[in-house]
């Protein structure tokens, strides 16, 4: 593991996607969706992963050439790709193409109505993760549209592992973390609920206790595959240990409540 180095690839965005125009991509107020507008859970193409108050997480799987249905995006998400991707969103009027690499992350507005198309010639896979509360990203506190996060990259002296926060808004922050074998994060306290989103295969131990408590807590075993997802509930002091043997990649997505 590289101190200082962004596990993320040069092609990574973190850019706000806007079909047209910035208010393009929201239906008018008070027009009704297209009669033949779905739900992601009743798409085929959409498997709920993961459901809580705060936040629910799909796996998008499309066959080369392969389009979902027009499905409701009524909320800001987010796309976590698995694999080299040429996809496209459209509503028939308007057209988002993105270019993503295997752990690329991109915010996605919502408030339209869209397809999502592979046009590649292999399968794309990604996770989609939907916030409850609103994401907000034009009026991020930093990232997104806003400035760059200050503070850049935290860790060990040793470089054995590195956090940096990708973005903050009132509702939610997006933190990078990359781990080497047998290193861990020292404890953390974790006020809200906190989404895990494996980017590379990770085994963690994680000894989870009560904040303020003198409980010592119990020990968690944690493995999981790109794209899968563990919870932290918030209220909990976590301190995780990679006890892999390679490099253990992943996001952290902190859900505030909504105002």
Not at 17 to 35: D, E, I, L, T, V
Not at 111 to 123: E, F, L, S, V
Request: charged share 20%; net charge negative; hydrophobic share 40%.
């Amino acid at each position: 593991m590289k101190p200082g180095i962004r596990y993320f690839t040069a092609a990574a965005v973190f850019a706000l996607c806007a079909a047209g125009a910035a208010g393009a991509q929201k239906a008018p107020r008070g027009q009704a969706p297209p009669a033949d507008t779905v739900e992601l859970s009743a798409d085929p193409a959409f498997r709920l992963t993961f459901t809580s108050d705060r936040v629910q997480v799909y796996r998008l799987d499309l066959g080369p050439q392969a389009a979902t249905q027009l499905d409701r995006h009524d909320r800001d998400y987010l796309v976590v790709s698995l694999t080299s991707s040429r996809l496209q969103a459209t509503d028939g009027t308007h057209t988002n193409n993105l270019a993503l690499e295997p752990e690329a992350l991109q915010v996605m507005k919502g408030g339209w109505p869209h397809r999502i198309a592979n046009q590649g010639d292999t399968a794309a896979a990604a996770v989609i993760i939907i916030p409850a509360a609103k994401l907000d990203p034009e009026h991020a506190m930093c990232g997104l549209a806003a400035r760059q996060c200050r503070g850049g990259e935290i860790g060990d002296e040793l470089g054995k592992y590195t956090e940096s926060i990708l973005f903050d808004t009132p509702t939610a922050k997006l933190t990078q973390a990359e781990i080497a074998p047998g290193a861990q994060i020292p404890p953390t306290d974790y006020v809200n609920p906190v989404l895990i989103i494996a980017t590379t295969e990770i085994h963690f131990t994680d000894r989870r206790s009560l904040t303020d408590s003198q409980d010592e807590g119990k020990e968690l075993d944690l493995q999981l595959k790109p794209g899968d997802t563990a919870y932290i509930p918030g209220g909990t002091t976590e301190i995780m240990k990679n006890a892999g043997k390679d490099d253990a990649r992943f996001v952290l997505l902190t859900l505030r409540p909504a105002e």
